[in-house]
């Protein structure tokens, strides 16, 4: 019993060892839309362009294998036309954190990746504004019943050069419901484009 468990702890030791951990940066634009539902009537907004900034953590697993969670500011959103009224556009600005699984393939001056996974979102503030007005999404008196709460997949793909630079893009697919109306769904898409650094 007592070999069995150094046997155990001896291969944990080793696996912990021979994993890298980087940390890094990265900054991009976004492009967003909302898609609104609303007793079975279905309306995507025009697309809203962002940005995001933040910063990323690297475990290895192997040369080929990594877990990469990441802290990211998102600004987000989507236009929605008004007919011959303002339009309605909703600017939101969430915390996420991705968690994705990265496979890497190539050399040390140039690598290709893809990435995958889920993230969780936290939409820390929202307006909605139409023409010269602008609202707080989230006062009691806004009457739109958003949620602060955003999750869902995502998957990209880039470029690494000398272990230090990436540059990458990816989409973002959102599963939760932003909208707490009766009878209404609200879910977010989100492209984006980065670029970052590794240390």
Do not use: C, W
């Not at 702890?9 to 951990?21: D, K, M, N, P, Y």
């Not at 009878?183 to 898409?189: C, L, R, T, V």
């Amino acid at each position: 019993m007592k070999k069995s468990l150094l046997i155990i702890l001896g291969i944990a030791l080793t696996f912990g060892l021979s994993a890298q951990v980087r940390f890094g940066v990265k900054l991009g634009g976004t492009l967003s839309q909302l898609s609104n539902k609303v007793e079975g009537e279905s309306e995507n907004s025009d697309p809203k362009i962002g940005f995001q900034v933040g910063g990323l953590l690297e475990y290895s697993f192997s040369e080929s294998f990594a877990l990469q969670p990441e802290l990211l500011y998102v600004n987000n959103g989507g236009k929605f036309g008004g007919g011959e009224s303002e339009d309605v556009v909703f600017n939101l600005h969430n915390i996420q954190l991705p968690v994705n699984l990265k496979y890497k393939l190539g050399t040390d001056k140039l690598k290709f990746y893809v990435t995958g996974g889920p993230y969780l979102g936290y939409i820390a503030a929202a307006r909605l504004s139409a023409g010269a007005v602008s609202i707080n999404v989230f006062d009691d008196d806004a009457g739109t019943d958003m949620k602060h709460f955003d999750f869902g997949v995502g998957a990209g793909f880039g470029i690494e050069l000398s272990n230090k630079y990436v540059a990458g893009v990816g989409y973002q697919y959102g599963l939760a419901n932003l909208t707490g109306s009766e009878g209404a769904k609200m879910k977010s898409g989100t492209f984006n484009l980065s670029i970052g650094y590794l240390f």
